[in-house]
T-cell receptor
């Protein structure tokens, strides 16, 4: 069965540093990968999408890479701020051999940026 | 747009009672998803609809769970009878699909319904 692992449950970094979150998957050939942000008591909010034929995507201070050989995505937040503190979820949509439309989520990494 | 609207935001009920969760997707979106989130299992897809038709309900835990989408602007998730292990946050999300019918876009989530079954 498909398995998605995010590097750690919690990551603590100092303001101004770059936060790097990891999403690894197995038994899967995703067509694309998404990253979401979730604040306590709220629903997840979409941040970025990267397709299987794309290596890198950027949006303001965010950067996502996608390595289908390593079966890994890295999510970077540069010049991190305390307001970036949240849980970040990766999600994969199936490509070949999976039900179209089905999005699988990792359990998330809780990021804390301290001043 | 008001976004995806879910109700109730909080529900506390006793084991054996029926629970109905409601969702209004974003207008114009033709895909609707029900997810359940717990600390132990994270976000799990229960069922999703495309153009009001259930496409994949393989995530529905058991027959106690049922979902309907009578029209493009309303969906319900019902649990009958409820059990303590059903306690979780239930999210509804909507999205637009591409012309091929495959969902390639982002999901817009509601704020969730926190269910506690005593």
């Amino acid at each position: 069965s498909q398995k998605i692992e995010q590097n750690s449950e919690a990551l603590n970094i100092q303001e101004g540093k770059t936060a790097t979150l990891t999403c690894n998957y197995t038994n899967y050939s995703p067509a694309y990968l998404q990253w979401y942000r979730q604040d306590p008591g709220r629903g997840p909010v979409f941040l970025l999408l990267i397709r299987e034929n794309e290596k890198e995507k950027r949006k303001e201070r965010l950067k996502v890479t996608f390595d289908t050989t390593l079966k890994q995505s890295l999510f970077h937040i540069t010049a991190s701020q305390p307001a970036d503190s949240a849980t970040y979820l990766c999600a994969l949509r199936g490509g070949r051999g999976s039900t179209l439309g089905r999005l699988y989520f990792g359990r998330g990494t809780q990021l804390t940026v301290w001043p | 747009d008001a976004g995806v609207i879910q109700s109730p935001r909080h529900e506390v009920t006793e084991m054996g009672q029926e629970v109905t969760l409601r969702c209004k997707p974003i207008s114009g979106h033709n895909s609707l998803f029900w997810y359940r989130q717990t600390m132990m299992r994270g976000l799990e897809l229960l069922i999703y609809f495309n153009n009001n038709v259930p496409i994949d309900d393989s995530g529905m835990p058991e027959d106690r769970f049922s979902a309907k989408m009578p029209n493009a602007s309303f969906s319900t998730l019902k649990i009958q009878p409820s059990e303590p292990r059903d306690s979780a946050v239930y999210f509804c999300a909507s999205s637009s699909t591409s012309g091929t019918g495959a969902n390639t876009g982002e999901l817009f989530f509601g704020e969730g319904s926190r269910l506690t079954v005593l």
